[in-house]
């Protein structure tokens, strides 16, 4: 409407027809007002002109500073472009159409150099952390920028359509930017909590050049922390970080396009990840999935619950627990096609893993044991049960490995005891050397296979073709021995009363699982160009 205003009075040229135009504003929607402007410079063969953004009025900030402790702030229908510090207990509620965004709009300065444009204002952060993939650093460069709200991919120099670089400061795109929306990320937070008591509902946030590790939604030292049903995504490092807190929850959101990982957790007691779908992060930034990457990593914490999440297409393990993770429940997720593995479970004690449904992830990495649907690592004193695992690269993996002294640990590593993998369905596909269950060691000193570390594995139901035959690719590993024949590996202890499962009832168990009955391709990433 501002902008319209300005167009209109402009051609009005007096007060009495500026009057009238502000009666008539008064009764026209904003977008009516704004199709009539589309639709005149359309006309005139200028282009889609970039749409006015409804004003905020007050910041939000001003808004959470007014509020008292504990009240609730509805937050009116706009676009903020700012970053949030909170400071009390209190519950910010969206409503439809609020949103958060870390970027400004550059609409004018823009000045057309050959074939490109450029922007004289000076745009430089500092690089970022962490280990990128082999043959790139794109994951230390944190600039964004986005046409038409499409994200344009960072390149070195000389930019394309649909690309941009930044040299010495200095923004360059090849699109056009007249009559469109350049935004550009200038901000490293949505929202900085840093009291208890807070519960975010409601808001769209995007745009965030925060560095790796770090959430755009930021929490530490905090408890009873609660974001609910908010829609967050295009960050540079992770999209959502809490640190050290108890009665934390992340409920019901849509975690997207981090350029690094959808969620950072460490040092969380008694906390819930119910009813997200985290999708689609480090899809352009490059970050090594051995460093930290994909969909959620956890580490350091107590007594954490994975419930019912959607987790899919990450470039990285689905959910990865890390160091010292202790009485964790993974259960009722769907975990499908992501880079990595699944379910992680890594240098971690007591998990119990059930009622999940794991398909088709692990195609990016899938020598030895690594690539399962589900993983552990390492760890100790967990079970595994009632879990659909199907056409992933590897079915269940537990593996132990002499692990190093960094972060504290002996350099003999973690033991794997007391591992109960039971009542699972597994399935693979004919062709690949996989492993439906692997039981694996690299290490003479390792006590995966004694006795006395109570590690094994029944009722499971496996379901492959040609496992009878002589010349059967590898299906079960334990105590160094491959098996091929259900029949042997049934003699061990990691696989008593297992059975195959017929075809019939194997594309039954996959109907109702809503997982496909053949296997589908392994998911492709896009390369960074």
Known sequence: MNLALRVFQKAAGSAALIGLVLTALAVIPVDAGWGLIKAKAL???????????ASCGASLQALVDRASPRSVVNVSPCVYREAVTIRKPLTLIAQSGAEIRGSDIWSTGWKK???VWEHPKPLSFPEGRGRCRRGTERCLQREQAFYDGKPLVLVEANPAPGQFSVANGTLTIADDPSGHVVEVATRQRWIDIQAGGVTIQGFTMRHCVNDAQYGC??????SGVTLLENTLSQTHGAVVGLRRGSNLKIVRNDISYGGQIGVNLTGLTDSLIQGNRIHENNFRNDFSSSWEAGGLKCTHSNGVSFEKNDV??????????????QNVTYSGNRIHENETEGIEYEISHTARI?????????????????????L????????VFNNIVAWNAHGISVIEQIRDARGGHESQGHPVVDVYLHDNTI????????????????????????????????NDAHGFSGVGEANANVRFTWDHQKYSRLEDFKATPGGKNDRQLSLADQNRILSEAGIPLNPPPPPSFPEIK
């Open 43 to 53: 006309a005139a063969g200028r282009g889609e002109p970039a749409a006015p953004e």
């Open 113 to 115: 150099n050959g074939e």
């Open 217 to 222: 939604i930021q929490s530490d030292d905090n």
């Open 312 to 325: 899919y297409l990450n470039r990285g393990p689905g959910l990865w627990c890390d160091i010292d993770c």
């Open 354 to 374: 059930f009622g999940n449904l794991v398909w088709n992830n692990g195609w990016g990495f899938n020598q030895w044991g690594w690539g399962a649907g589900i």
């Open 376 to 383: 552990i690592q390492n760890s100790d004193h967990s079970e």
């Open 427 to 458: 399935v693979i596909q004919e062709g690949f050397q996989q492993f439906s269950v692997g039981w694996l060691t690299d290490c003479p000193q390792c006590q995966l296979f004694h006795s006395e570390s109570n590690n094994r594995g029944e």
